[in-house]
């Protein structure tokens, strides 16, 4: 076998370090969401994150105060989407940048008239293809607690579904074995019937921001996924099959061993 620097190195970092253990342990013992992994998962898991904190960089914005413990956090919520995909998925891009709370970025746009306009949206989390993931510590400090909500998978959604390269539209790169044109299916037929539900002011187990575009479909029943399977696969059965295949994670049979 032969192997690239970046795999010879990655594995000379997981061979000789470890994760400050009571820090680790409290993590694994204490985050409902990471019920029910075994043993195995865990220690993948750990290696994982600790690439994760070897090379992104994390950056504190808005008079943040930064602490080990908060990105051990986001390091363990951002490696379980890629737990059985490999670290690579995550190449491509370094810094973590992260506010105390909501934040308001500026973006620029230019309509069919050629007019630019300045969009400044309210928002706790984003994601930049090749660039960072900005995330709300308040509300990464409530994620992880299987109410369907976490911010660090949602944007980690949105970093895999733009492998692809460009803009995140809910079509995330393939696996051997999937075929795109039923995750096509499967996602168009999903996505319409959720955007009927929410046009029609019906209550949603899904947050309604999965109604605002394909990409966003797909990072909120990610979030879903990840941490209510049970509702996910209730209310979307055929998505949930698609997010186990890509993801290669079933992690309702880990939410019933967990309980």
Known sequence: MVWSFKEWRRRRVTAGRELPQEAWQALV?????????????????????LLFLDEKQ??????????????????????LPILNLGFSCYDGWVSVILYPGEFVPEHEYMDEAGVVHTVRDIRIG???????????????????EEDGVNVVIHECAHKLDMLNGGEANGFPPMHDGMKAEEWSRVFSDSYGRFCHQVDGGEQTALDPYAADSPGEFFAVTSEAFFETPQVLARDFPAVYRQLAKFYRQD?????????
Do not use: Y
């Open 58 to 79: 994390f950056v504190a914005a808005g008079e943040m105060e930064l602490v080990p413990e908060m990105a051990l956090l986001v390091a363990v919520e951002a490696c």
């Open 251 to 259: 992690p309702l049979v880990r939410f019933e061993r967990g309980r």
């Open 29 to 49: 013992s204490g985050l409902p969401l990471l019920r029910g992994l075994d043993e195995e998962e865990r220690s993948r898991l750990h290696d994982l994150a």
């Open 126 to 144: 984003e994601s930049w293809e090749r660039g960072p993931m900005v995330l709300s510590w308040s509300d990464v400090s409530l994620s992880g």
